[in-house]
Each structure stands twice: as structure tokens, then as C-alpha cells.
Nanobody, 124 residues
Framework: QVQLVESGGGLVQAGGSLRLSCTASGRTFSSGAMGWFRQAPGKEREFVAAIGWNSVNRYYADSVKGRFTISRDNAKNTVYLQMNSLKPEDTAIYYC?????????????????WGQGTQVTVSS
């Protein structure tokens, strides 16, 4: 089993930066893909970024490409999402997800474990 805990959310002005962290427990983390999703009030959960088990394959939603960077440190059982040039439309609850598969997915159903979420609010 895998448990995920996100941290690093908060309130930031447009153009600012935040780094989200997700720490995992269990023996699956180092061999599985990881992803970040977000959900704003009244909207469906949407894909943000994903990374494969060895960090070779990385994918980003078009809306965050060039601004966000996903990375992982398997020795620390942690995945990160560096968010730069934040916009008000980035405001959402951000969730990290872990998959048993080694290949990342852009779909929610591609993941087996989910964190509790961390709030990111970007003011104009």
C-alpha cells in the first residue's frame, strides 16, 4: 500500500512561484509513475503533470507547459511540482497521485493512490 501527503500550497500573487511536495510511504513509489492533478470549484479534476519511475518521461498539460516542472527524488520518496509565473486560473486544490505502472498517464484512472490535496490560491 502507498500513502501520499502533499504540502507547499498557499496564497501567492500572480507572477509568483510555489513548490509543491508529495511524500509517499510504502514500497511502490520508487518503481511507479507519479502525477499531479488539480480541481477548481465547479470544475472537473484536470491533469497537470506526470513523471515516469526513472524521471525520463515527463508530460505537462498545455496550460502549464513552460511554467511548471515536475521532478522526483526516489531516495526521499518525494515528488515535486515547481510552479512559476503563476496565474489566477491556476487556483485549485492540487493532488498528487501514484501508479503501480512505471509509465505515466494523463488520466485520473491511470493512478492507484491519491493524496489529500493542498490548496493553491493565486491572486490577481
Amino acid at each position: 500500500q502507498v500513502q501520499l501527503v502533499e504540502s507547499g500550497g498557499g496564497l501567492v500573487q500572480a507572477g509568483g512561484s510555489l513548490r509543491l511536495s508529495c511524500t509517499a510511504s510504502g514500497r511502490t513509489f520508487s518503481s511507479g509513475a507519479m502525477g499531479w492533478f488539480r480541481q477548481a470549484p465547479g470544475k472537473e479534476r484536470e491533469f497537470v503533470a506526470a513523471i515516469g519511475w526513472n524521471s525520463v518521461n515527463r508530460y505537462y498539460a498545455d496550460s502549464v507547459k513552460g511554467r511548471f516542472t515536475i521532478s522526483r527524488d526516489n531516495a526521499k520518496n518525494t515528488v515535486y511540482l515547481q510552479m512559476n509565473s503563476l496565474k489566477p486560473e491556476d487556483t485549485a486544490i492540487y493532488y498528487c497521485a501514484a501508479a503501480q505502472s512505471k509509465s505515466p498517464s494523463i488520466y485520473s484512472y491511470g493512478y492507484d493512490y491519491w493524496g489529500q490535496g493542498t490548496q493553491v490560491t493565486v491572486s490577481s
